[in-house]
């Protein structure tokens, strides 16, 4: 199964908004809301923020949200603070396995 | 507050059988509200979801096609772990491994919400 796609990239100053995406197909993102989303710091084990499209964990704070259009969910991460500063990555259920984006590297200049 | 605690080997020889060990503190591998996966990262695959199973009246085993037929999955009922084993490892195998836990309350297929601390697995001779 092919990984879903998200940029690369993404930056933002401290206190402005960044928006990441993660396009899939309408086998797997747009097909259910089985989508996650996850924050990386380097030599970490990946913590969730966001599960089922929109949902937060206890702790999680509300400055990162969750949404989906079609088969692309989005991460948005408002107030943008240093130690946002990680790899994010999403991840979804095709109906038999599950599969990860690529992952996008977060700067936060 | 449940944690993850996990052991095992962290070099193993080309067409050998990787085992780790993933022990549950604060929750239990016989939960039916829960699933019990093996995640595993590297630069070149990123991350892959590998095997998953989970206890609702009865055992339920699941696998990634990619490792489909040299991959183990097994629950220790008496030590309160599940264990993963890969078998015939090549140097593509070489990453660092997670275990990790799911509610199924959360959309238990990909809400991975407790993960080990990660184990660096180095497959070669």
């Known amino acids: 199964q092919s990984a879903l796609t998200q940029p690369p990239s993404a930056s933002g100053s401290p206190g402005q908004s960044v928006t990441i995406s993660c396009t899939g197909t309408s086998g797997d993102v747009g097909a259910h809301n089985y989508v996650s989303w996850f924050q990386q710091h380097p030599g970490k084990a990946p913590k969730l923020l966001i599960y089922e499209v929109t949902n937060r964990p206890s702790g999680v704070p509300d400055r990162f949200s969750g949404s989906k259009s079609g088969n692309t969910a989005s991460l948005t991460v408002s107030g943008l603070q240093a130690e946002d500063e990680a790899d994010y990555f999403c991840n979804s259920y095709t109906g038999s396995t599950v599969i990860f984006g690529g992952g996008t590297k977060l700067t936060v200049l | ?125």
């Open chain 2, 1 to 125: 507050q449940v944690q993850l605690q996990q052991s095992g080997p962290r070099l193993v020889k080309p067409s050998q059988t990787l085992s780790l060990t993933c022990a549950i503190s604060g929750d239990s591998v016989s939960s039916n509200s829960v699933a019990w996966s093996w995640i595993r990262q590297s630069p070149s695959r990123g991350l892959e979801w590998l095997a998953r199973t989970y206890f609702v009246s009865t055992w339920s085993y699941e696998y990634a096609v990619s490792v489909r037929g040299r991959v183990t999955i097994n629950p220790d009922t008496s030590k309160n772990q599940f264990t993963l084993q890969l078998n015939s490892v090549t140097p593509a195998d070489t990453a660092v491994y997670y275990c990790v836990r799911a509610p199924h309350a959360w959309g238990g297929i990909v809400s991975f919400d407790i993960w080990g601390q990660g184990t660096t697995v180095t497959v070669s001779s």
